[in-house]
């Protein structure tokens, strides 16, 4: 985001870049399904009307709300989403290989020698 610092000696305007994160909010999670799942199940409807634009230096972990349409203890169905923490954490090297780990012939041998192999 481009944040205008005012005007320079010259009376040009000066700006300065900013790094921020367009936030979507959710509702509270249904207390009731939360309680029933021994606090497994946080799932919330989506504020479709409710977006924040935040700092991007302040986030400090990033989930995931994904879509699904539980019958809730009321009796009552509709499309909510569950909260998952860390989604993706396993492949978060995007296909990048380690590099402790080469394929020989096809099967993968761990050559980074830890302690904690042997």
């Known amino acids: 985001l ?3 610092d005012g005007n320079n ?3 040009e305007k000066t700006f300065h870049w900013q790094a921020v994160a367009l936030v979507t909010m959710y509702s509270h999670p249904d207390h009731e ?3 029933l799942s021994h606090h497994t199940v946080s799932s ?3 504020l479709t ?4 634009v935040i700092d991007a230096k302040s986030i400090t972990d990033v989930v995931g709300m994904v879509p699904h349409k539980p019958t809730l203890p009321s009796g009552s169905t509709e499309n909510r989403y569950f909260l998952v923490e860390k989604p993706g954490l ?4 995007f296909g990048l290989a380690y590099e402790g780990l080469r394929v020989n012939g096809g099967a993968a ?3 980074d020698h830890d ?3 042997e």
């Open 49 to 52: 009307e409710d977006v924040c």
């Open 44 to 46: 919330c409807t989506h």
């Open 90 to 93: 396993d492949i978060a090297t």
């Open 9 to 11: 000696d010259d009376g």
């Open 115 to 117: 302690e904690d192999d």
């Open 33 to 35: 399904l939360l309680n």
């Open 109 to 111: 041998e761990d050559h």
């Open 2 to 4: 481009a944040i205008e």
